[in-house]
């Protein structure tokens, strides 16, 4: 009787185990997907406003040769 | 239907593991976003979700690790507890706030102090807001667990 209840226990334990691993690696595996996506957002839209600011930084200089 | 048993038993952790980290920031940046926008100080909505996203991801997953580590393999509840609440006072009250007020500043015309001060209001807000949904999904999860077992 022992036994059946320590090997129920012990399978039970083994799917908490198997789930909690499961849905920890999805956890994990979602995060690293955001981080990356996150990442490229951010370069993304840094490297959009540095073209932007040398695109006015161009167009002032030219302004200013057109003057002289 | 054994086999259809088998599928749900590894679809829905795979399916709770990746929707509650994916809730957890996207509902951090659903709240911070238009604060900060409101606050002026940035105008671009983009830069500020990825910002959000970044931080709050990395602190999701160090918080995972520490549970991890100090729950499966050290298996001390009073260690873990100290542990992850060290992480979340240190990444909330100051990692994170200061971390984004530097990111903000690379694209905003505002004073620093000033953009320190309105990410330290947004964080807080949704901080609270974080607090409260964790507390949902306890009640949801172990609440008729409790009623179960």
Redesign the interface.
């Known amino acids: 009787m022992n036994q059946f209840i320590l090997m129920d226990a012990s399978m039970g334990l083994g799917v908490v185990f198997i789930f909690g691993g499961l849905a920890i690696i999805m956890f994990m595996a979602a995060g690293i997907f955001m981080l990356v996506k996150s990442i490229k957002i951010i370069r993304k839209e840094l490297s959009e406003q540095a073209a932007v600011v040398e695109d006015a930084a161009e167009s002032s200089a030219q302004e200013g040769e057109e003057d002289v | 239907m054994y086999n259809l048993i088998i599928l749900l038993?590894?679809l829905?952790?795979?399916?709770?593991?990746?929707a509650?980290?994916?809730l957890s920031?996207m509902i951090t940046v659903w709240i911070e976003t238009p604060i900060i926008l409101r606050l002026g100080v940035l105008d671009?909505r983009?830069?500020i979700?990825?910002?959000n996203?970044?931080t709050n991801?990395?602190h999701?997953?160090i918080l995972?690790t520490i549970f991890?580590v100090t729950g499966l393999i050290m298996k001390d509840s009073d260690v873990l507890k100290i542990v992850a609440l060290a992480w979340v006072v240190i990444a909330e009250f100051a990692l994170i706030p200061i971390s984004e007020a530097y990111?903000y500043k690379?694209?905003s015309k505002m004073e620093m102090g000033k953009i320190i001060g309105y990410s330290y209001l947004a964080n807080l807000i949704s901080f609270v807001a974080g607090l409260a949904f964790d507390a949902l999904m306890t009640l949801l999860t172990i609440g008729p667990l409790s009623i179960v077992f």
Not at chain 2, 12 to 18: K, N, S
């Open positions: 038993a590894i829905v952790p795979l399916f709770l593991g990746a509650f980290i994916v920031v671009n983009k830069y979700k990825g910002v996203m970044l991801v990395i999701n997953m995972m991890i990111a690379k694209l």
